[in-house]
């Protein structure tokens, strides 16, 4: 099993010489009348590389000039109905296809304190308890995301057998367990946390202090179908 100095170094390693992460958590969005160019250039772009045709090949299809196609992409200028039609016909997309985006609803979900759905999750031993708290589906961000409060009593099976593909994200907040990922051991107590490759065989490998709890999320994305 891993030190929590070895875990450290392992972190500090892995973030040695990466630029920080380029996505800020407080930014906010212009209000949402003001993104309907953006919305409208994201879909033409997404569309004409689907087609797998350059900025100058939509140009030459739709004689808008490349630097009017380079703003209209970029969100920094609001196309004319006759330019949308003309992008429209050249990518073979309704007119509407270009709003999809911007009308598209932005969805919450809120789950009170004991309501998460209790389910058996594909390849559930006995005494493993799954409340789901929480889905989206077809979102925005081309990922799903399940997050799940797990409960190991006494009548837990021990099992290193979960294997799909995606991410997980583990979180201890009671008990304790020994927790495998591959070939690895982590002594997992309240307040540590786990983050790992999900194609790799993992699961409970000792329950040490029951009853144990812990949120595990794991992420995969949004097309294809997990295991």
């Not at 969005?29 to 003001?34: D, S, T, W």
């Not at 920094?76 to 911007?102: C, D, E, K, M, Y």
Request: aromatic share 8%.
């Amino acid at each position: 099993m891993k030190s929590k100095r070895e875990t450290a170094e392992q972190l500090e390693q892995a973030h040695s010489g990466r630029a920080p992460f380029s996505q800020d958590p407080h930014a906010v969005r212009e209000p949402k009348e003001n993104n309907l160019e953006m919305a409208i250039g994201h879909e033409v772009r997404a569309y004409r590389k689907k087609l797998g045709i350059t900025v100058t090949d939509l140009a030459a299809a739709t004689g808008i000039s490349l630097g009017m196609l380079s703003k209209i992409e970029n969100g920094n200028i609001s196309p004319s109905l006759t330019t949308l039609q003309s992008l429209s016909r050249a990518l073979g997309v309704p007119l509407t296809a270009f709003f999809r985006r911007f009308e598209e609803p932005r969805n919450a979900v809120f789950v009170k304190a004991g309501q998460g759905i209790e389910l058996e999750r594909r390849g559930t031993r006995a005494g493993h308890q799954y409340n789901l708290l929480g889905h989206i589906d077809n979102n925005t961000s081309g990922v799903i995301v399940e997050p799940y409060l797990i409960t190991l009593t006494t009548d837990s099976d021990i099992f290193p057998t979960f294997q799909h593909e995606g991410m997980e994200f583990l979180y201890m907040l009671e008990g304790e367990v020994v927790y495998r990922h591959g070939d690895q051991l982590f002594q997992m107590q309240p307040g540590d946390s786990l983050f790992f490759d999900a194609d790799a065989p993992h699961g409970p490998e000792e329950l040490v202090k029951l009853p144990s709890k812990y949120l595990s999320i794991i992420s995969y994305p949004q097309q294809s179908s997990k295991s």
